[in-house]
C-alpha cells in the first residue's frame, strides 16, 4: 500500500484507498457490482431544517452551474445503461465523461497551527512537515477555475493563515474571479487585514473563537502566544470593516457540552457562555454568530460525527440550555447583526439528524465539490485526510491533463465509496442534493422540466 511520508521521512499516513486506480478495468474488482444496482427505495423530499447556505439542491440548479449538472445526470444514466445491457466497461464510459472542475473545493492551505485546541478533529495530522509546491498550487486553482471551480473555502487541516502564501492565494483566486470563504483562529489577523481590499460581498471570514470569556477561549484553544486573547482578536474586526465593508465576518460557536470528548480527552465545556459570545460579536461590529454542535471523529471510518449519545445523562436538559441561549441571543438581532443556527443544530435539537444519516449508494456530491490538502485530493470535508475518501495526490490538479485524471478518479470512487455504509453515522448536509440527483439519474425525463431557480451568485458547496 502506498504511504505518504513527510519530508523528514515520517509515514504519516498508510493509503488504502477503496478503488485501486492504477487499474483501468472496473471488472477486475474483487466486487464488480456498481453500487448503483443495489437500489434504495428513498422519497426525495426538501428538508426544511436547511438553511440556506446549505441548499445545495437550490444551489445545483443556479443558471451558471445547471448544465454542469444536467451533463453529470446524462453520464451517469449513460453508464448505467450500458452496465445494465453488458454494452460497457466502466473505462468505456470515461471515455464519455464531462471534461470538469469541481464547482466548489475546500483548500487546507497548511498542517501548520499555533493552537493546541482540545476539541481539534484534525489533531493527528497538524504540524506535520508536508507542504505544498507554491507554484503548483496556483497551477492547480488555475487549471480548476478553468474547467469550472466558483468558490474556494480556504479552511483547516491547520491555521490557513500561518501559510505564507495564505495573501499570494487569496488574490490569485480573486483575480479569477473566485468566490473565497476563509475559516480562521483570529491568531494572524494582519494577513486578513492584508487581503481585505480584494474581497468582496459574496466572499466571507469565519473566525472560530467558541468561547464568551478570555479564561474559556485560552482553556480551549491554548494560543501559543499570551497575547492571543479573545478580546484582542475582536479588537481587529472594526479596523478590518473600516478597510472594507463589504464582505461578511462571523463568529464561530461550537457548542460543547458535558460528557463530550475527543482525543480521549474531556473537552471545555462553553454553554453556559453562548450569550455572552452573542454580546461580544455584536460589540466587535461582527455582522454574525454561529452556533454549532460540538463534532468529534467515528471510530470505525475516522468521518466526522455531530458529539452526542442519545444515551448520554442530561441530554434533555442540555438541548433546553441551548435552545434557551440561541433565544435569547437572537434577541441581539438587528440590521446589522444576526444570530445563525447551523443545519447540524437545528437537526439536533429538533430530533431529527437521524433523517439525515440514510444516503444513497452513491454519493454523487462528491463529483461537485472536494478538498484540496497538502496530503492529497479528497472526496469529502468530512472524509478529510481519511484514506478511502483519496481521490489524487497534492498537485494531482497541478496540469491539464491532471484535472481530467482525477476528475475519472472521482467518477469510479462514486462506484466504489459506499455512502450508505461509510456515511450511516454521519448527518449529512449533502444528504437531500445526492437522493435528488439520484432521482433525475432514476427519471432522467424531469431533466426536461428541470428550471433553473434563481441566481443566487452562492456558490459555495
Known amino acids: ?52 447556505i446549505h441548499d445545495f439542491m437550490g444551489k445545483l440548479r443556479q443558471p451558471e452551474v445547471l448544465g454542469k449538472l444536467k451533463e453529470y445526470v446524462e453520464w451517469q444514466v449513460q453508464w448505467r445503461e450500458g452496465y445494465a445491457n453488458n454494452s460497457m466497461t466502466l473505462d468505456e464510459a470515461l471515455e464519455m465523461a464531462p471534461i470538469s472542475a469541481p464547482i466548489s473545493i475546500n483548500l487546507d492551505a497548511t498542517t501548520v497551527c499555533n493552537y493546541k485546541c482540545d476539541h481539534c478533529v484534525d489533531m493527528d495530522i497538524l504540524n506535520k512537515n508536508i507542504h505544498y509546491e507554491h507554484e503548483k498550487l496556483k497551477n492547480s486553482l488555475t487549471y480548476l477555475a478553468e474547467k469550472g471551480l466558483r468558490s474556494v473555502i480556504i479552511i483547516g487541516g491547520g491555521e490557513p493563515t500561518a501559510y505564507k502564501g495564505f495573501e499570494d492565494i487569496v488574490r490569485h483566486l480573486k483575480s479569477m474571479g473566485i468566490q473565497i470563504g476563509v475559516v480562521t483562529n483570529g491568531s494572524l489577523m494582519k494577513k486578513v487585514e492584508a487581503v481585505a481590499e480584494v474581497l468582496d460581498e459574496r466572499d466571507w471570514v469565519r473566525l472560530s473563537l467558541d ?3 478570555n479564561e474559556t477561549f485560552r482553556a480551549m484553544h491554548k494560543p501559543g502566544s499570551k497575547k492571543v486573547t479573545l478580546e484582542w482578536i475582536c479588537s481587529h474586526i472594526p479596523h478590518i470593516k473600516k478597510v472594507n465593508p463589504k464582505f461578511k ?10 460528557d463530550c470528548e475527543t482525543n480521549d480527552t474531556k473537552i471545555i465545556e462553553n454553554v453556559d457562555e453562548m450569550l455572552a459570545a452573542a454580546k461580544m460579536a455584536k460589540d466587535h461590529q461582527f455582522d454574525y454568530i454561529s452556533f454549532k454542535p460540538f463534532l468529534t471523529r467515528a471510530e470505525a471510518n475516522n468521518a466526522e460525527v455531530i458529539g452526542i449519545d442519545k444515551e448520554q445523562e442530561h441530554v434533555e436538559s442540555i438541548m433546553k440550555k441551548i435552545r434557551a441561549s440561541v433565544t435569547e441571543s437572537m434577541q441581539l438581532e438587528d440590521d446589522n447583526f444576526a444570530v445563525i443556527e447551523s443545519t447540524n443544530l437545528r437537526v439536533l435539537e429538533n430530533g431529527t439528524y437521524m433523517n439525515y444519516t440514510e444516503q444513497p449508494h452513491n454519493c454523487h456530491m462528491q463529483y461537485f465539490r472536494q478538498v484540496l490538502s497538502p496530503l492529497g485530493v479528497f472526496n469529502c470535508p468530512v472524509y478529510r485526510h481519511v484514506p478511502q475518501a483519496l481521490l489524487g495526490e497534492k498537485h494531482a490538479y497541478d496540469t491539464q491533463a491532471g484535472v481530467i485524471e482525477t476528475q475519472k478518479n472521482t467518477l469510479r470512487l462514486i462506484e466504489a465509496f459506499d455512502a450508505t455504509e461509510e456515511c450511516k453515522d454521519v448527518t449529512c448536509l449533502y444528504n437531500h442534493a445526492n437522493w435528488f440527483i439520484e432521482d433525475l439519474i432514476n427519471h432522467p425525463e424531469k431533466l426536461d422540466s428541470l428550471d433553473s431557480s434563481f441566481d443566487r451568485g452562492d456558490f459555495f458547496l
Open 249 to 258: 465576518i462571523g463568529f464561530s460557536f461550537i457548542i460543547v457540552w458535558k
Open 1 to 52: 500500500m502506498e504511504k505518504i511520508h513527510t519530508e523528514s521521512g515520517e509515514v504519516l499516513m498508510t493509503l488504502s484507498p477503496l478503488i485501486d486506480f492504477t487499474k483501468h478495468n472496473f471488472e477486475e474488482k474483487q466486487d464488480s457490482t456498481p453500487l448503483h444496482v443495489k437500489t434504495v427505495s428513498h422519497e426525495v423530499v426538501k428538508q426544511t431544517e436547511l438553511s440556506p
Open 211 to 213: 468561547s464568551g470569556t
